[in-house]
């Protein structure tokens, strides 16, 4: 997660935070959050937030606090600085950046959830049985499902019409990549990591055995460090 000051928060197998700042430095925060968590997100190492098994736990720059006290599986900050978090079996909640309330999303459909994300007012929640949802000026509506054969794992939102998945096959466990226009479409790359959109124009593709990868409207092109 790259924050508001430019540094990367770093969330580690052992459920440690740790910070890389721009020289390079990295360090970990004081203390861990309380269960495994699955998410990091920050404006600075003193104002960040993570989710998992413990629900929503936000960091002060001293201490981890529970939140939001129900199993969590992402989350997702809108254009007006609102967090939504996606819930394991009890939907989707939502509360202002500015003073935390949590409270449910009003008209979310029911269920268990594996991933969301947005782009200013757009919201994209996918359920854990592939179903997908979209939220958009105050009404939820369906796209096309996912396979109930792959575990979704992360959701970038390029526009209203264009969304990326990260997905997992069940079976062999091969992560790849999905993106949907008018319907889902498995794209090339193989051991995807993560997605990453600022728009249609600006797509960013990590994966395990070729690199980054950037999409820039047109094409494809390798990103690799040099």
Not at 139 to 152: A, F
Not at 167 to 176: I, L
């Amino acid at each position: 997660c790259v924050l508001g000051t430019g540094e990367i928060a770093l969330l580690t197998a052992s459920n440690s935070v740790w910070v890389l700042d721009g020289n390079n430095n990295l360090s970990a925060l004081a203390g861990k959050p309380a269960g495994p968590a699955r998410r990091v997100w920050g404006k600075s190492p003193t104002d960040l937030w993570v989710v998992g098994s413990s629900g929503a736990e936000h960091y002060d720059g001293n201490n981890w606090t529970i939140k939001l006290g129900k199993p969590a599986t992402d989350l997702w900050v809108d254009g007006s600085n609102n967090l939504w978090v996606t819930l394991v079996t009890a939907g989707i909640y939502r509360t202002p950046l500015s003073q935390i309330n949590f409270q449910p999303v009003a008209n979310a459909p029911a269920g268990s959830y594996a991933a969301i994300g947005g782009r200013g007012s757009v919201v994209v929640a996918v359920m854990a049985s592939g179903s997908v949802n979209r939220y958009q000026g105050g009404t939820w509506s369906n796209l096309l499902p996912i396979s109930s054969g792959l575990i979704v794992q992360r959701v970038a939102v390029a526009n209203a019409s264009t969304v990326y998945a990260v997905v997992k096959d069940k079976t062999s466990s091969k992560r790849s990549l999905l993106r949907y226009a008018s319907g889902w479409k498995a794209m090339t790359f193989q051991d995807v990591m993560d997605v990453w959109t600022n728009g249609p124009n600006d797509v960013w593709v990590a994966t395990q055995t070729s690199g980054l990868w950037h999409h820039d409207g047109t094409q494809w092109v390798s990103a690799k460090p040099t």
